[in-house]
């Protein structure tokens, strides 16, 4: 045992290792995720979480956003109700019930995710974790478990830009502004990427003031530009105030306001008075003081860098999620974990997810869902490539419930048809996007979800009008 481990031991009691067949540091979706799978393989499996179970995804990112989200959704059908003339007094309307609902939600997730590991015989440590070596992690009460094979799932957190660092009073985080009681009137939001243009769309709802920053040409710049423009004309139309080609230079604290100085391409810079400011300008892996330098891990470029199964260049050690670097998705992370474990159990497994088989959801209204190139990303790589559209408005359904805000769009080939990408911007996108990924993914053609005959009146309709628009045969537009 070497001097770092003596030092956590030094005045307690010396204890026996505990053994595992997989020692997993983090318990968001790809810790517990993995957790569980190892214990359903047959390994003695632990999970060593510092905060609460669930990681960042379920107690300060995902799912308390989409309870807020959902409940703006509702306090924006006022508008429907007052269209039936029904008048709706919102002066009682308390943020801080909107609050308390978001961490209800957190909580009972948060017990599932405790209760899933118990009842699948996962050792759940609570502490904070770090590599003795490949085969060796410390807690911070002096405890040592040892593993056959580790997993790293550490997460991420928040990032900050130089001059707006947080101080969770008037510079918030993601995790900052999900704990807000009181809304603000004014909010200066830097960064239009999935996190910023969330928040865009709950502040906006409820009634602040919005301020959208994006130094790229638009906003949701991961994004295909056409559903991207569907949310920004559908902000612009709710009077967010978005500012593309734009980033923050400076800020002055006032009397409990913030004056933020702006910089526009090629233009003259701009003063906007704010009371908070939300940074949401990307993510910093949890991996400074996890030890990896004991267990001979490198980093490149901040990142844990991984090969096939996710395993890292020191044999039986491994990582998954947010350390392996971007795309920064939950759903990815206990994929990503699921292969790792599945390989050590010695199960037969893809080697890696394939990038363009992974969907994405952006849940503004109206929603984004995606997967594969977009047509920036195909001219970048060369790749030949037809595209399609078709509008929500062709589909009778959205026509019905007032949603035809939105299109469907579809890359191909131009000679096999195989589809390259989908993009969906409308009602219910991240729903509708996994009918063409199962496609994709399941080898089927446009035809084959074409002629599949899908339920009248439905948004699924979307789907085969959009496959049908690849052969030029489109029905409704």
């Known amino acids: 045992m070497d001097g770092s481990v003596s030092r956590i031991n030094e005045g307690k009691k010396s204890k026996v290792p505990d053994e595992y067949d997989i020692v997993i540091i983090g318990s968001g979706p790809g810790g517990y995720v993995g957790g569980i ?40 059908s006022r508008v429907e109700l007052e269209d039936m003339g029904v008048d709706v007094d919102i002066k009682y309307f308390d943020y801080q019930r909107v609050f308390r609902k978001s961490r209800k939600a957190v909580e009972t997730l948060s017990k599932g995710v405790e209760y899933l590991l118990k009842k699948n015989n996962v050792s759940f440590i609570r502490g904070e974790a770090a590599l ?82 994006e130094m790229e040409e638009h906003i949701l710049p991961a994004e295909d530009y056409e559903t991207a423009e569907v949310v920004e004309k559908s902000f612009r139309r709710k009077k ?36 908070k400011i939300l940074v949401a300008a990307g993510r910093i892996p949890n991996i400074e003081r996890i030890g990896l330098e004991n267990a001979g891990i490198t980093t490149e470029h901040g990142f844990i860098p991984v ?7 020191i044999k039986g050690v491994y990582a998954a999620g947010d350390v392996t670097g971007p795309p920064f998705l939950a759903h990815l992370a206990s994929k990503e974990a699921e292969i790792a474990v599945e390989y050590m159990a010695g199960r037969k497994t893809e080697p890696a997810v394939d990038p363009d088989a992974i969907p994405s959801g952006i849940y503004t209204a109206p929603q984004i869902g995606s997967f594969g190139v977009t047509e920036k990303k195909a001219k970048e790589i060369g790749v030949p490539y037809k595209k399609v559209v078709f509008p929500y408005r062709g589909i009778g ?7 035809t805000e939105g299109i ?24 509708l996007i996994h009918e063409i990924l199962l496609a994709k993914t399941s080898g089927l053609s446009p035809a084959d979800i074409a002629s599949m005959i899908h339920a009248h009146p439905t948004l699924s309709e979307l789907v085969p009008e959009v496959m049908r628009a690849v052969y030029g045969r489109s029905i409704h537009f």
């Open 37 to 76: 799978r190892a214990s359903q393989l047959g390994l003695k499996t632990c999970v060593i979480e510092k905060d609460e179970p669930g990681g960042v995804c379920l107690n300060t990112g995902c799912i308390p956003t989409k309870s807020l989200l959902h409940q703006a959704e509702i306090f924006m």
């Open 132 to 213: 003795v070596s490949k085969n060796e992690v410390s807690i911070n009460d002096g405890r040592i478990v040892k593993g056959e094979n580790i997993l790293i799932a550490a997460g991420s957190r928040p990032g900050e830009i130089p001059g707006f660092e947080f101080d969770e009073k008037y510079v918030l985080s993601s995790t900052g502004i999900l704990s807000l009681k009181e809304l603000p009137e004014k909010l200066l939001i830097i960064g239009a990427g999935a996190v910023g243009c969330e928040f865009a769309c709950i502040m906006n709802a409820f009634g602040v003031e919005t301020y959208l920053v």
């Open 240 to 275: 967010v105030t978005v500012m593309t080609k734009t980033r923050p230079v400076s800020m002055n604290k006032n009397s409990g306001k913030i004056s933020v100085t702006l910089e526009k391409t090629g233009s003259a810079y701009e003063v906007i008075e704010v009371d």
């Open 307 to 313: 090969g096939d199964y996710y395993m890292t260049k």
């Open 397 to 403: 359904k959205a026509v019905s419930v007032g949603k």
């Open 408 to 431: 469907a769009k579809v890359i191909f080939d131009p000679e096999t048809k195989e589809i390259l990408g989908a993009h969906i911007a409308g009602e219910n996108a991240t729903e």
